[in-house]
């Protein structure tokens, strides 16, 4: 059974900094992409980031470029989000999810996903 557990939400002031970390269980990443996305109330889930696992190809949101970055730790079959300069528009319940093959920025190309963590930036 796979699963995917998402950690390192929580409240923090605009300008401040996260780090989301998503573990996977019951399955390895080297063949996968492995996304972030996220759903803020009321709005449909979106595109942040994500990254291709065997080559390190990374793409993002134009609303989160240059200030977000995702990247993997191979060893720990665990994939990071770094979230900078974050604003309050970046709040939401963010989520990983992986598929097999090559990234995608569309929700319902992703077989697996986690159960979220939530992420409040306050102004």
């Known amino acids: 059974q796979v699963q995917l557990v998402e950690s390192g939400g929580g409240l923090v002031q605009a300008g401040g900094s996260l780090r989301l970390s998503c573990a996977a269980s019951g399955r390895t990443f080297s063949r996968d992409a492995v996304g972030w996305f996220r759903q803020a109330p009321g709005k449909e889930r979106e595109f942040v980031a994500f990254i291709n696992w065997r080559t390190g190809n990374t793409y993002y949101a134009d609303s989160v470029k240059g200030r977000f970055t995702i990247s993997r730790d191979n060893a720990k079959n665990t994939v990071y989000l770094e979230m900078n300069s974050l604003k309050p528009e970046d709040t939401a319940v963010y989520y990983c999810?992986?598929?097999?093959?090559?990234?995608?920025?569309?929700?319902?190309?992703?077989?697996?996903w986690g159960q979220g963590t939530q992420v409040t930036v306050s102004s």
């Open positions: 999810a992986a598929k097999d093959g090559l990234g995608s920025s569309i929700v319902t190309a992703y077989r697996y």
